[in-house]
């Protein structure tokens, strides 16, 4: 299972690039992993101004729908309308091309109280 | 929660499971896409040994299962099979399931696995003179391997020794150190293949077999997603003791010359009343969410049913789902929109099955 060093990650399992004042923003190898075959993704209007923690777009698998968590406040600057075609790259590329939005974010204190890599692939075990 | 002879090796080769009708099984493999596709191109086996096996045997037993059962058994000989449906007296569904004649006076019925427990007791409760039933459900296991690649498969795992499959819907006789097993023709996904009733501890010797063959193993994921791009009902979901197989569109299996059978009064009245909700095909315009069970379905601005089952057709790449709905919006190419999330899409009403295979 693979968690890049320079990203951050939810207990969500929600991935955040440390350091950017816009950050991208995506879910984690383990995260797709367990939805498996995504089919659909449901992005965020930009410009939408959000909180930590809010449901702000969501994943669908074959089997079941997840709702995806903004990792840190901020606003949603751009999404990754690629995905609208090709959901898919997600699985085959979580950390890449499988991104799914991008948010200026407020507060970088923030993204860094969030789990490293090594926290993160602890807790999934 | 009950485990299948082959539980062990499902989570030996990381298959990822879930509990299905009392039963921890395996939701999926390698992906529910990926073995999906691996059916319809070539070849892939799924446990099935949560279904239950219902022996009927005596001099009685012919007469009284088609009294009981939908579908008309006379014609039925030595080693057919057919498909037909267990009926309360208000004709609805308690189970559909697959009757095959062994021998002579010697049935195997092959039940769902959530109505094992149920179709037992009403068949045991009517149970007449000259029938004996048994109920071998814990000491069967089952494989069903499907898939255009089935026949030559079956002969590679047989070496060729035991022949050739059965015709369509038939059943054949297996080699086995214990007691019978059974090699059937039919399946659940649309495609040629095979179903192998064994006993428990012979079943994981055959999955082995049929993986070094060539199967990819499949789960119910995918078992899912097959069945429903041609359109066979999920009993449970499509079907239910407060649906009849009219309703269901499963008329074709029920023989209403036949003079006598379970349901039959229920089903002449409703026939005759003629306006009874049918279970209908649905399929999206557009790209969208996947539709899923339970969620709404309009005309204009008329909420008329909702979805028994959904799904996104992997085969089509677009949702597809079947929902009971009044008749005056069943008739295909009839406009509907389901409701996802609070927002509505577009679908029609399309002719089963939703995929043309073979």
New interface residues.
Partial sequence: MEAPENLRYCDSHEWIEAGQETAKVGISDHAQTELSDVVFVELPAPGRVVAAKDPVAVVESVKAASDIYAPVAGEIVEVNTALESDPAMINSDPYGQGWIFKIKVADQAETEALKDSEAYLGGIG | MKESPLHALHLERGA?MVEFAGWTMP??YS???KEHQAVRESAGVFDISHMGEIFVSGPGAGVWLNRMLTNQLEDLGTGQGQYTLLLNEDGGIIDDLILYRILGDEYLLVVNAACVAEAWDWLERHAGEGVCLSNRSESYGALAIQGPESKALFRRMTESAAGELPPRNGLASLESAGPPAYVCRTGYTGEDGFELFCPAEETAGWFTKAVECGASPCGL?ARD?LRLEMGYPLNGSDLSPDRTPLEAGLGFFVDLEKEEFMGREALLRQKEAGDFDRLTAIRMLE????P?PHYAVYAGDDRVGELSSG??S?SLGVGIGMAYLPTQFSAKGSALEVEM?AKRFPATVVKKPFLTTG
């Fill in positions: 990822r939701i999926q992906g529910i896409i994921g997603t790209k969208g969410p996947p899923r799904t996104l992997p999330r």
